[in-house]
């Protein structure tokens, strides 16, 4: 009888445990741990394309680990953005906890776990780190076609799709550009700004984490100055877009330098849709256009591959 209360009293424990444990877990929040050797402090930057965050959110990195939750109801997929600006995607899902575990060395390294989706993927990457972009394209159509149904795949899928769109839309000298459209930025722009012949344009792609991209603005000033008497085909129209994901520091620069022209900051880093558009892959990067949008400038020296062709295009003709 002793032995058989003894079992009963297991059992009970055992369920509370179950219980307790089970509880633990918010089936409508997320929870994201990180762990990060050779790392005592630092920021990681995290946002989602896919409206699941209405923000770029900060991850506080103290002694090498941070935990973050947010609500969520639904799937979604998350890309945290390391200090050297690399990013990494997480996929999550109501109730999940997923850890990342690295070092600050070898982020190309980092494990992400909790779910099937994120360890599926973590495998692919770490087994094809070493592939050159042929051998990485295939080795993601075949993992499409062995797992169409995988979150995984859907992400590759966008990833295959987005470096065919890069390839496309290489810029050079005396291509026109077309449906160019700036999206409010949720920044205080409430409008849609769209870019359409009658100007000569000026496209300055910048960010404050890169060291001096912002240098231009003072060049831009004193050519909006020469130009403000020229007629409209010769008055220069400027656009900024800015690559930060920090609002505040984008803000204040454009308080400092003076920004009033066009601009935009959708806080998505490298991930911004006009930069993908284009095929930005560094910045500083200007391109400059006539009234007719066609390119006639485009580079990272402002001095070397802008002034000469922006002197041409702003000098009246006698």
Not at 144 to 161: A, E, F, H, K, W
Not at 191 to 212: Q, V, Y
Not at 230 to 251: H, W
Request: neutral net charge; glycine residues 4%; aromatic residues 12%.
């Amino acid at each position: 009888m002793n032995r058989w209360r003894l079992y009963t009293n297991c059992y009970a424990w055992c369920l509370a445990l179950c219980v307790i444990v089970c509880g633990c877990r918010d089936k409508k929040q997320f929870r994201l741990r990180g762990s990060f050797e050779h790392l005592r402090q630092s920021e990681f930057y995290l946002y989602s394309t896919d409206g699941s965050l209405d923000r770029i959110d900060t991850l506080h990195v103290e002694g090498g680990k941070f935990d973050w939750t947010v609500p969520l109801e639904r799937e979604a997929t998350f890309y945290v953005i390391y200090p050297n600006l690399s990013e990494q995607v997480v996929f999550a899902a109501p109730g999940d906890v997923v850890t990342m575990k690295g070092d600050a060395e070898q982020l190309r390294a980092t494990r992400v776990e909790g779910s099937r989706d994120n360890e599926a993927l973590t495998r692919f990457r770490l087994d094809h780190a070493e592939d050159n972009p042929e051998q990485l394209k295939t080795a993601m159509q075949a993992f499409i076609v062995d797992n169409p149904d995988s979150r995984v795949s859907s992400y590759l899928q966008r990833q295959i799709t987005l470096q065919r769109n890069s390839q496309h839309s290489r810029l050079q000298r005396s291509q026109q550009l077309s449906n160019i459209t700036l999206p409010p930025d949720g920044l205080g722009k409430t409008d849609t700004f769209r870019i359409t012949a009658g100007r000569p344009h000026l496209f300055i792609f910048w960010a404050n984490w890169k060291r001096d991209s912002q240098d231009a603005f003072y060049y831009i000033r004193r050519a909006l100055q020469k130009s403000k008497d020229n007629a409209d085909s010769l008055r220069l129209q400027p656009v900024s877009i800015s690559l930060d994901t920090d609002p505040e520091k984008y803000a204040y620069t454009c308080r400092y330098d003076s920004i009033t022209w066009t601009s935009r900051c959708y806080r998505l880093s490298w991930n911004t849709p006009i930069v993908t558009q284009l095929g930005i892959k560094d910045i500083p990067f200007y391109i400059l256009t006539d009234h007719h949008l066609v390119i006639q400038a485009l580079g990272s020296d402002w001095q070397h591959d802008l002034q000469p062709a922006l002197d041409r295009l702003l000098t009246p003709k006698p």
